[in-house]
């Protein structure tokens, strides 16, 4: 669906990905990353702090503003 889309689009020259942090996400982030990597596509990989993003938003609404931090 995200080549499609980068494909309908040429105009999207950076992607924000956006995985759950665990053993999975991340090997779906970096292996995402390789393939936009070879296509010339700018990306960024964010790792939420907690499980995943819904658990970073539900507890920065409690005062932990840390929401997430970049690896690449």
């Known amino acids: 669906m995200l ?3 980068l494909k ?3 105009n999207i020259k950076n992607v924000f ?3 759950d942090n ?3 996400g991340q090997t779906a982030n970096k292996r995402i990353a390789d393939k936009l990597n070879k296509l010339n596509i ?3 990989i964010l790792i939420p ?3 995943d993003w ?3 938003l ?3 609404e409690k005062g932990d503003e840390r929401i997430c931090h970049q690896v690449l």
């Open 3 to 5: 080549f499609q889309c």
């Open 54 to 56: 819904n658990e970073d």
């Open 49 to 51: 702090t907690h499980k």
């Open 58 to 60: 539900t507890l920065s």
């Open 22 to 24: 665990d053993e999975a």
């Open 8 to 10: 309908d689009n040429p």
């Open 17 to 19: 990905l956006c995985f």
């Open 42 to 44: 700018q990306n960024e």
